[in-house]
């Protein structure tokens, strides 16, 4: 009896854990100052991010004034995807949050490079 007494809450903490560790809309929503560091150089701009009826949307302002609006954003478990489209190119980021800061990969034309951003 004591053990299966131990397995549950072995198996409860365990399962407040995993669900503790999932990424959320609200961890994710507001303006992000990004950087990508790509072979021509530093990009840089704000990530914004919204939620409406629990759906998240949002735009990236590059610093040359561009506004390219954020397609596909999904929460996978730790996980920030969404892609975007400027002109004739799709580009997807994958991103987690490490201490506060997002982190991950942008990838267009088989390419990937670093991106980094911070929380306004």
Do not use: C, H, R
């Not at 072995?10 to 929503?29: S, Y």
């Not at 759906?55 to 996980?79: P, Q, R, S, Y």
């Not at 490490?98 to 490079?113: C, I, L, N, R």
């Amino acid at each position: 009896m004591k053990k299966l007494v131990l397995l549950f809450i072995v198996l409860g903490i365990v399962t407040f854990t995993a669900d503790a560790a999932k990424l959320k809309n609200k961890d994710v929503v507001g303006n992000w100052k990004y950087t990508v560091e790509t072979y021509d150089g530093t990009l840089t701009g704000i990530l914004k991010i919204t939620e409406q009826d629990k759906k998240l949307a949002g735009e990236v302002n590059d610093d040359m004034g561009n506004v390219f609006k954020l397609n596909k954003i999904t929460i996978e478990g730790e996980e920030l995807l969404f892609e975007l489209q400027p002109d004739y190119d799709v580009i997807s980021v994958k991103a987690k949050l490490e201490e506060g800061k997002m982190v991950g990969t942008v990838t267009t034309q088989g390419t990937e490079m670093k991106l980094t951003a911070e929380k306004l």
